[in-house]
């Protein structure tokens, strides 16, 4: 049984951080259902290291058959990411803005918006949560420890719905990081690119005044 009580988590995007995430869940005791952008035969290599808890869809099979979905695209793409069969549902929202890669996107450099908001409203009925944006990829196989351990890495998450953060609370637990819950999806900019909480190595006691020093256009 694993902690969350979810048995299948999804994964939109293999790459990175799908892969290093996906690691975890079977470590966990999760099966995980892969897909990327170009179909679920370029992933074989990775199911297989996976092993047999693991498996390969389109997005629409991955996003289906989760219990809760990980989209993990580069954010240009995010508007690919299939609506109807995540209804309802716990998504993790990963992605941060790059406007070299993704292109500019005016509505996040003005401020108006965050890139877990356009997630939300791309997906109108899920419940998503930002998390594990703030940790390079790498890491999240080595930097988990136990609850108890006084230098436990902490990773802000973000979202509108209390329930949802506490299950991907739970998850992050279970995984060897400590969730710590920075309020609502608008003010998740505050753990986005280049603010001081992002991506460095922090312990809940360090992330109140990473959050506070950050700082707006
Ligand atoms: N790398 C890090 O350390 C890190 C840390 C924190 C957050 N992030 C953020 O997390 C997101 C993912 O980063 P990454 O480094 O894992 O990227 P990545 O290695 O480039 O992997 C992206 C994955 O998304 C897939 N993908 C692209 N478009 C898709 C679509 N329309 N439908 C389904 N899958 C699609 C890609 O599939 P194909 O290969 O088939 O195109 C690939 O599997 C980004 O927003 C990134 O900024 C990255």
Known sequence: MTATGL???????????GSQLARLAVAHGYR?????????ETLSDLVAELGPQASAGTAAE???AGDLVVVTVPLKNYQQVPVEP???KIVIDTNNYYWERDGRIPALEEGKTTVSEMLQEHLPTSRVVKAFNNIMAADI???GKPADDADRRALPIAGDQVE?????????????????DT???????????????YVVRMTAADL?????????P
Request: glycine residues 12%; without cysteine; proline residues 4%.
């Open 208 to 216: 109140p005044g990473k959050l506070a020093a950050a700082t707006r």
């Open 164 to 180: 949802a953060k506490a299950v991907v609370a739970t998850l992050l637990d279970e995984f060897g990081f400590e969730a710590f």
């Open 183 to 197: 309020g609502s999806l608008a003010d998740s900019w505050r753990f986005e690119r280049d603010q001081p909480a």
């Open 32 to 40: 995980v259902v892969m897909s990327n952008s170009r179909g679920p």
């Open 7 to 17: 048995t299948t988590i999804g994964f939109i995007g293999s790459g990175n951080i």
């Open 86 to 88: 995540l209804a309802g």
């Open 141 to 143: 196989t080595t930097d």
């Open 62 to 64: 991955a996003a289906a």
